[in-house]
Nanobody, 115 residues
Framework: QVQLVESGGGLVQPGGSLRLSCAAS????????MNWYRQAPGKQRELVAGITSGGSTKNADSVKGRFTISRDNAKNTVYLQMNSLKPEDTAVYYC?????????WGQGTQVTVSS
């Protein structure tokens, strides 16, 4: 059974930081590309950042210079370090494991940026 379990969300003030984690089980983690998506109320789910099995990364333009994705294959975990958070970063953040023909999602973790 595949499980992706996100953690680390919460309430933070503008300008603050959070680190999201996603622990994977039931998959051969090292061969999957791992992604973070987010969905704000009334909006479509959007890709925030991704990291390939080889370690190449990509970020959405809206988070470049502020968010960093990384992975620890020994721990089967992907991280999203979020700095300089803005109110518009408020959303449910989802972890995604992706390999050709196979896609898995976590349950999401809420991030709220507000003073």
């Amino acid at each position: 059974q595949v499980q992706l379990v996100e953690s680390g969300g919460g309430l933070v003030q503008p300008g603050g930081s959070l680190r999201l984690s996603c622990a994977a089980s039931g998959i051969r983690f090292s061969i999957y590309s791992m992604n973070w998506y987010r969905q704000a109320p009334g909006k479509q789910r959007e890709l925030v950042a991704g990291i390939t099995s080889g370690g190449s990364t990509k970020n959405a333009d809206s988070v470049k210079g502020r968010f960093t994705i990384s992975r620890d294959n020994a721990k089967n975990t992907v991280y999203l370090q979020m700095n300089s958070l803005k109110p518009e970063d408020t959303a449910v953040y989802y972890c995604n494991a992706d390999r050709v023909g196979w896609h898995y999602w976590g349950q999401g973790t809420q991030v709220t940026v507000s003073s």
